[in-house]
Structures are given as C-alpha cells and as structure tokens.
Nanobody
Framework: VQLQASGGGLVQDGGSLRLSCAVSGRAFSHFAVAWFRQAPGKEREFVAALARTGRFTRVAESVKDRFTISRINSESTVYLQMDSLRPEDTAVYYC?????????????????WGQGTLVTVSS
C-alpha cells in the first residue's frame, strides 16, 4: 500500500490550501483515513479522520470550522481543505490509512503513512 501526499506550500495568514493523498495497493473503500501534522520540535498531532463510507468524521478542536476532510472513493483519494490558515498551522502534514477499522485520532493505530507535505503559513 502506498500513500502519496501533495498540495503543501507557502501561504499567507488567512489563506487556503487543499492537500491531497492518493492511496494505492488495496481497495480504498476499506480504509479509514486521516491527516496528522508535526511542527518542528513537537509531537505528531491529530488533525482529522474520516470513516470508510465518509459518513463519520472526527476533527481536532484546533482546526474545527476551518479544515474539512473528504474522500472520493472512485478516485482513491482523500483531501484536506484548509481555510483561514494561521501561522500555528505550519507543519508537515501526513496522511494515514487503517484497514477495515474506525477513524480514530491515535496515530499508532494507523497501518500506512504517506511521506508528508510541508505547509508553511506566513504572518
């Protein structure tokens, strides 16, 4: 299984970005998916997770009402729409997937990880 994240970059405070993560190797519809992030000198932090059907989401309080996770099963892709970005959102963002399981916020429970994409928000 491979996860390929993309879409990171440099954006100004208040701007928007959309991250993508393409999943290959197994049936995408069987994966719960999530985004995590890690800022320099900090531990990996949960951002958002989405169930296999897309009917249930879990979002961190720090990004609630600003970030939206979504998926298109026919494209085997998960997205993270990030609006109203703040300098404290600066981090490497990772997508993750877990097989036939629930979309929880604990990174150790995820089976597969992408390589990360850097998001930098300037003030």
């Amino acid at each position: 299984v491979q996860l390929q994240a993309s879409g990171g970059g440099l954006v100004q405070d208040g701007g928007s970005l959309r991250l993508s993560c393409a999943v290959s190797g197994r049936a995408f519809s069987h994966f719960a998916v999530a985004w995590f992030r890690q800022a320099p000198g900090k531990e990996r932090e949960f951002v958002a997770a989405l169930a296999r059907t897309g009917r249930f989401t879990r979002v961190a309080e720090s990004v609630k009402d600003r970030f939206t996770i979504s998926r298109i099963n026919s494209e085997s892709t998960v997205y993270l729409q990030m609006d109203s970005l703040r300098p404290e959102d600066t981090a490497v963002y990772y997508c993750a997937a877990k097989w036939n399981s629930s979309p929880v916020s604990i990174p150790q429970t995820y089976d597969y990880w992408g390589q990360g994409t850097l998001v930098t928000v300037s003030s």
